[in-house]
C-alpha cells in the first residue's frame, strides 16, 4: 500500500505543477489508473460484483486518507528543509512526524482491514497486501520500460 501511494504521489506531484490543461489529463489519468487498479484488483482477489461494489470505494477512502497523512507530513517536512532559520524544536518535530506518520498509517490500515474482513474471504484479506506489492511492482516494472524506451526512441 505505502509503495502504491508513494509511487502514485510521486507521480502526481511530478505532474502537478504544469498547466490547467495538463491538471485536467492529470485528473483523466489518475481515474485510469484507479479503473485499472480495481480491474488488477478484482482479477488478482478474484472479487465478486458485490464484493467490488463494497470493498473498492472503502479502499479507495482509505487510500485518500493515507495519500492526505503523508502530503500534510510532507508538507511539514518541505517548510521546515526550506526554512533558513530553522530551530532544533521544528527539526525534531519534523522528524518525530515523519516517524509518527508510518504509525498513524499502519492504524489507519489496521483499522480498514478490520472493516474489509465483512466484505472479503479470509483468503482474500490475506492476498491484499501481496496483491498491493504486486501491483506496485508491476507499475515500476512498467515504468521502468516506458523511460527506458523513451531514451531508445530519443537516441534514433
Known amino acids: 500500500m505505502k509503495r502504491i501511494s508513494l509511487i502514485l504521489t ?68 518541505r517548510r521546515v528543509a526550506e526554512a533558513p532559520d530553522a530551530t532544533d524544536l ?3 518535530k519534523a522528524t518525530e512526524a515523519l516517524f509518527d506518520m508510518k504509525v498513524k498509517q499502519a492504524a489507519l490500515e489496521k483499522g480498514y482491514m ?18 498491493e506489492r504486486k501491483f506496485a511492482r508491476d507499475m515500476m516494472r512498467q515504468h521502468h520500460r516506458l523511460r527506458n524506451n523513451r531514451r531508445v526512441d530519443a537516441g534514433k
Open 90 to 92: 521544528e527539526y525534531e
Open 114 to 131: 478490520e472493516k474489509f474482513r465483512d466484505i472479503l474471504s479470509p483468503r482474500q484479506l490475506f492476498e491484499l497486501k501481496g496483491v
Open 10 to 77: 510521486i507521480m502526481f506531484a511530478a505532474v502537478w505543477s504544469v498547466s490547467a490543461q495538463n491538471r485536467e489529463e492529470l485528473g483523466q489519468w489518475m481515474d485510469q489508473m484507479r479503473q485499472y487498479k480495481r480491474t488488477y484488483f478484482t482479477k488478482e482477489l478474484d472479487l465478486s460484483k458485490e464484493q467490488q461494489q463494497k470493498f473498492f470505494p472503502l479502499y479507495e477512502e482509505m487510500e485518500d486518507e493515507t495519500t492526505r497523512m503523508e502530503d500534510e507530513t510532507r508538507a511539514m517536512e
